[in-house]
């Protein structure tokens, strides 16, 4: 097999974060992976690079600012004060704001970005980032475990070089993140291979098909329990040819979220260690620059199992590799077998059972005959920094002078009269007002139904619960009214001044307050907000 110039990127921090206590999502997995990829020699074989973090600047690429913001500010102990007691950016249980939260993120987007760039740059044939495939974080809140889409960033940098990319997803769970973010351009495909039916995140359907200039850009597998290698291989292997037949893309990023493995806690598949590579295998052959990125994987010991083996597919040598595992750190963690397998197990396969697979596949491949042909776009060179940071003249950005914080003021408040003249135009908020909302950059989101990855069940959360309905500010609050038989101002329950006697008229006269049967004004009555 053909040598490829591959490129591993790693920072040893990623593995000291975790979500939480008992939550299944475990960050460790990344550094088993990489001491399992060490002990069998592989480094020396690749570029082993750690990645620039990435600045919050780079990640509102795609995610909003608000959303940012909030990321590089929360903690455990703010958390329910900045997300709105759980109404907004996270929601439900299965994104907790964990401590060191922001440079989680911005080392697994770092790395799928500078993947991204070795590999537009032509320093790379394949690129490795197996911190990164976080493909459910949303443009301004996070989802099943993931708060920065890493992808997303990742591929709008290779836009910068490559007219068409090409997103493969094989992780259990659909990619609903990547496929919402181009779900309108033909410039980006996506084709996921996912479970289907009361699962997270519930999209996925071969209904969805892209819109607009994206329409049939978005390719859907639904798939149902317990596929196994053979079945897997039968719709991947024809519908992928097909993509890479019609669409012709200059780069292709494969998320091997290993939750698809047999055995997985969270997933349903009844995928082994070598069908899951297969995949890897498979798209090298066509060998067009290639990025591999992580992504679900719930037991820890076969997710280092099988990225360690695709990381031996990368390379090409994943013949020459002992099965059984050499010594290292983890090694009591591979017990009782301590081989570099996952194996299948006794799941009934649903999909072979009911005929479901061929007519997913028949679909699938009818949608793809649909295109004309590879779109094309224009392509022109678009400088990665400025003329005075390539001289070395720029300044540092905690020196920045009074004209740079012009400029930043200059944008945020060309950003904020997007968003006021936005939610001012004409037919704007009449039939869709309480649907659609609209962010700082003046892009427009929709509710949309919400499920948790731990449940499977649907969660219900409105961002507008607890701040109370809509309404105009009241400046005044009093209980005086404009007596029109008396002429004067008078207390709302004030009896009628008829009934009362001389004195009883001239004490309540000098009462600063509201009258009370008693005649007393009491502290209660000072703090209800009715007071003159």
Known sequence: MSKRRVAYFYD??????????????KPHRMRVTHDLVSAYGMLDKMHVLRPKRATPEVMTAFHTDEYI???NRVTPETAEELTYHGTRFLMGEDNPAFEGIFEFCSISAGGSISAAQRISSGAADIAINWAGGLHHAKKREASGFCYINDIVLGILELLRTYPRVLYIDIDCHHGDGVEEAFYTTDRVMTCSFHKFGEYFPGTGTQEDRGRGKGRNYTVNIPLKDGITDEAFKRVFEPIINKIMEIYRPGAVVLQCGAD????????????????HAHCVQYLRAFNVPLILLGGGGYTVKNVARTWTYETACALGVQ???DPNLPWNEYFEWFG???RLEVPENNMDDLNVRDGSLDKVRATALQQLSQLPCAPSVGMHEVPRESLGRHLGLDIAEEGADEDGGADDLDRRLAQHSRFVYKLQEPGG??????DERYDSDGSSYRRRKRMSILSNRVVNVDPDVGRGPPRGRRFFKSAVRWDETYGRVRLGKEPVLGSLNGSRLGGMMDVTGRSTPGGDVTMEDWEDGTSV
């Open 12 to 25: 040893g921090d990623t593995g000291s974060y975790t979500y939480g206590l008992g939550h299944p999502m």
């Open 336 to 338: 009782p077998r301590y």
């Open 69 to 71: 913001h909030f990321l």
């Open 319 to 321: 013949d020459d590799i």
């Open 429 to 434: 908020g009449s039939d869709e007002s309480d």
């Open 260 to 275: 698809s493995l047999a055995g997985d806690k969270l997933g349903c598949f009844n995928l082994t260690m070598n069908g």
